[in-house]
Each structure stands twice: as structure tokens, then as C-alpha cells.
């Protein structure tokens, strides 16, 4: 029988214990994404704005993760203060694509559901949203003022390379609005009462195609 495996194991138990040091050079521990994010996507035929609300509501008191896209849903930021670590929640361009229920490829048509478990980012930045292309499923409103939007539209900005959009949770006055938004590693996903409205950087944009209210019911 060759021994040489049993010498082997006790000279590495005698080096951990008295180089404990050679623990750091352990492979380091899978991402929180790895185990927390199982979540299925499917096509979409229907989406009404009030179902975008509800959607985009639960990712209140999430996380956030730049380039990221997976919420566990438990009301807390499972990962907090750990940026682009592979951690919980969506960024804001993320979220917006994940609440309007756009599809992972630029300029496709068509919408398709994600669910809040799923890691998905989507193709566009806050640069797309900002200059929406001729065949973007989101255009540009002509400008803020409360008659020319409502809830599920979005405001958003861009300068040197960066750039922040959050969507109209609730339409409010003088300027601010009930905005819901990956915010930041700092704040995560929230509600806030924001002024963006007022902000001459931001824009309005809004998605195309929403599913009437009334459906299925609507007036002929």
C-alpha cells in the first residue's frame, strides 16, 4: 500500500498550523448570485402599467448591484456595502428593464416577464434610455410637466459616462414624485420622494406599447 498520501495530508496539516496564513490562499466562496437567483423568464402578450407598479414595488428595501439583476424578496439588502460583488438587486437601467418587461436583445419587439429571482441585466444603459434608438421599445416625452406623464414613465440622466433613471411609482407635485429606483449600494432599492422632476439634467422617457387598463374589457 503506498503511504505517501497520509504523509502528505499530515505535512499540510502541520504547515496550516504553523503558517495559518496559507488559509487566505483557499479559492475564494461562490458568489451570493450562485445560490440565491433560480429565477425563469417567459413571453409577454399582456402588461399593464398597474402590474409594473406591483412588480417594481416589491424590490422596495432590496439591494443593489450594479450590472446586476436578482432580488430575493425578503424586505432587506442581503448583500449590503459589497459593490459589484456578485451581490442582490438590480442597478437602475436593470430594474427599469426588468419592471417594463423588455427583452434581452436591443431593439427586439415583443416583451417578456422576469422574475425578480432571475439575474438579468438587459441590453440597455442609461445612455440607450437617454437616446432611444428609432426601433427601441421607449421614446422621449416632449417634456415634464405632470399632464405629459404618468406613473411607470421614468426620468433619467446622463453625463461623463455615468448616468442614473428611476420610473414615477406615484405622480406628486411641485416638482417631486413617489420615485421607485435602484438607487445605489448605499441606499439599494427604494421609494423615495424625489425631485427629478425639477432637475434640468433629467429627461422624460417612457415605454411603448403598455397594455390598456381596461384590457380585456375595453370599450370596441
Not at 39 to 66: C, F, I, T
Not at 128 to 136: E, N
Not at 171 to 193: H, L, Y
Request: hydrophobic fraction near 30%; include cysteine.
Amino acid at each position: 500500500m503506498d503511504m505517501s498520501g497520509g504523509r502528505t495530508a499530515r505535512a499540510t496539516l502541520i504547515a496550516l498550523l504553523w503558517f495559518p496564513s496559507l488559509l487566505a490562499a483557499t479559492p475564494a466562496s461562490a458568489a451570493w448570485t450562485d445560490n440565491n437567483c433560480p429565477g425563469e423568464s417567459w413571453e409577454l402578450s399582456v402588461w399593464k402599467r398597474s402590474q409594473a407598479r406591483d412588480y417594481a414595488e416589491k424590490g422596495d428595501k432590496e439591494g443593489y448591484e450594479w450590472g446586476g439583476g436578482c432580488y430575493k424578496l425578503n424586505d432587506k439588502d442581503d448583500t449590503p456595502l459589497q459593490p459589484d460583488s456578485g451581490g442582490e438587486g438590480a442597478d437602475c437601467s436593470g430594474y427599469v428593464f426588468k419592471t417594463w418587461a423588455l427583452r434581452n436583445s436591443s431593439g427586439a419587439d415583443g416583451f417578456r416577464f422576469w422574475e425578480h429571482e432571475k439575474n438579468v441585466h438587459g441590453p440597455y444603459s442609461t445612455a440607450d434610455f437617454i437616446s432611444p434608438c428609432s426601433g427601441c421599445p421607449f421614446k422621449l416625452l416632449k417634456d415634464k410637466r405632470y399632464a405629459t406623464t404618468t406613473y411607470m414613465d421614468a426620468f433619467v440622466y446622463r453625463s461623463d459616462g455615468g448616468g442614473h433613471i428611476g420610473m414615477i411609482y406615484s405622480e406628486g407635485s411641485g416638482g417631486f414624485d413617489w420615485i421607485v429606483e435602484a438607487k445605489s449600494d448605499a441606499d439599494g432599492t427604494r421609494i423615495a420622494w424625489t425631485d427629478y422632476r425639477s432637475q434640468t439634467a433629467y429627461r422624460p422617457v417612457a415605454r411603448k406599447n403598455w397594455t390598456p387598463e381596461c384590457f380585456p374589457n375595453c370599450p370596441r
